[in-house]
């Protein structure tokens, strides 16, 4: 497997658990395996899983998008 498929694996999972544990926590649910992060607070376990999307989206951009090489303009003779 190439290491970008696994970071848009990786990204998408972020996304996805992310959405659905935000829309659970506001319905009064939550995943059992993500309930760690409601133990400091509720605000601070809301941010966390907005972070998890917003991480996720941005991580599954960058694998689908990778920068483009640069050319070295200083090398000598060009």
Same mark, same amino acid.
């Given at each position: *497997?190439? =290491?970008?498929?696994?970071?848009?694996?990786? &990204?998408?999972?972020?996304?996805?658990? &992310?959405?659905?544990? =935000?829309?659970?926590? =506001?319905?009064?649910?939550?995943?059992?395996?993500?309930?760690?992060? /409601?133990?400091? !607070?509720?605000?601070? &376990?809301? #941010?966390?899983?907005?972070?998890?999307? !917003? !991480? !996720?989206?941005? *991580?599954?951009?960058?694998? #689908?998008? $990778? $920068?483009?090489?640069?050319? /070295? /303009?200083?090398?000598?003779?060009?």
């Amino acid at each position: *497997m190439r =290491l970008r498929t696994f970071f848009m694996i990786l &990204g998408f999972l972020l996304f996805v658990l &992310g959405v659905l544990s =935000l829309v659970l926590i =506001l319905i009064g649910a939550n995943l059992s395996y993500l309930a760690w992060i /409601d133990k400091p !607070g509720s605000p601070r &376990g809301i #941010l966390i899983r907005i972070f998890m999307i !917003g !991480g !996720g989206l941005v *991580m599954s951009y960058m694998a #689908l998008n $990778p $920068p483009e090489q640069e050319v /070295d /303009d200083t090398t000598p003779g060009q």
